[in-house]
């Protein structure tokens, strides 16, 4: 299909135009009011993040997209409570929230596992950090082990899993505390596509079935539109919100979904956002020839 065939991304189905409007009549979990970031460096103050406003509903599954340095990362931080903002409030269940806390789950793209205990123990520690009793916090645990179908590998140590399934345990972590929030911070960036694939799908099922809402952040704008409700796009230099988009691709999704109409519109209009037309290289990336004439390649 050629782009001009394509439908508006703003077009939605009635079904999809239904589900966005009982969305927007949740509750709201997350508040982010104009939020501004800025750190001092020896070439002078850059500002990260500027007049950040949004807010997600519960249940709903929120991704973050924008090119590299938007200031992504410094968002999420601060959402965890791990960066404070120069200015502006984060507000959690209508609660201002300035340190981290088991209300906000994190999962990062590196593997933050605990090495010396086993897949059971590092789902445990948190509940046993809140005060469970073991006997307690075991059968918990191995509840969340099960949703991210690890319990064949409940007593191994983390060396002994794969990428993918070290990142379904730190769900399972995150998930375990019973966060308002999971907060994912290209949490399968490592990933190769096909364990990637897997795991956004895996991700999808687990949403579905409980009472979480997800703010994820990615470089993959296939992942965004995959995964997404609505998909907040930053620009850089300053950080600010682009656009806000509704993403109109019917759920359940599936991979089939990656070449429908509503998919590609999407995308085409991520991509507008994400590289303009014209748009300069400003770190003036310049490839400098190192063969002789006459060994060209191509
Ligand atoms: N502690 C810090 N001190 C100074 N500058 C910082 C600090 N942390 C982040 N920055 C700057 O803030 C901007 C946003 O960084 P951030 O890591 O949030 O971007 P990002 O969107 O997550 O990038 P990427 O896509 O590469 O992960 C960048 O210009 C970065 O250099
Ligand atoms: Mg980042």
């Known amino acids: 299909m050629i782009n001009s065939e394509l439908p508006s991304y703003l077009e939605q189905e009635d079904r999809v135009a239904e589900r966005f409007k009982k969305l927007k009549e949740r509750e709201v979990i997350l508040e982010v009011k104009d939020l501004y970031k800025k750190f001092p460096t020896p070439k002078g103050e850059i500002t990260a993040l500027k007049e950040i406003n949004f807010k997600t509903h519960r249940r709903e599954f929120v991704c973050v997209i924008g090119p590299s340095g938007c200031g992504k990362s410094t968002l999420i931080r601060i959402l965890a409570g791990l960066e404070s903002p120069t200015q502006g409030q984060v507000l959690l269940d209508g609660k201002p929230k300035s340190e981290p806390g088991p209300d906000r789950g994190m999962v990062f793209q590196g593997y933050t596992l605990f090495p010396w205990l086993t897949i059971k123990k590092n789902v445990m520690f948190g509940l046993q950090m809140k005060g469970m009793t073991n006997v307690d916090a075991e059968s918990e645990a191995m509840q969340w082990v099960d949703l991210v179908g690890l319990s064949k590998f409940a007593e191994s140590y983390p060396h002994q899993l794969s990428g993918g399934m070290k990142q379904r345990v730190a769900i399972a972590r995150a998930l375990a505390n019973q966060p308002r929030i999971l907060l994912m911070d290209e949490p399968f960036g490592a990933l190769d596509p096909q364990t990637r694939l897997k795991m956004q799908t895996n991700l999808l099922e687990i949403w579905r079935n409980i009472d979480i809402t997800v703010l994820f952040i990615t470089h993959d704008l296939d992942e965004a539109i995959f995964l997404a409700d609505r ?68």
Request: aromatic fraction near 4%; avoid cysteine; glycine fraction near 6%.
């Open 231 to 298: 998909i907040l796009v930053l620009k850089a230099n300053p950080g600010e919100v682009e656009e806000l988009i509704e993403v109109s691709v019917p759920r359940p999704r599936s991979p089939e979904q990656f070449l429908s109409p509503e998919f590609l519109a999407t995308k085409k209009r991520l991509e507008e956002l994400i590289h303009p037309e014209g748009e300069e290289d400003d770190e003036g990336f310049q490839l400098i020839r190192m063969t002789n004439v006459g060994d060209d390649v191509e």
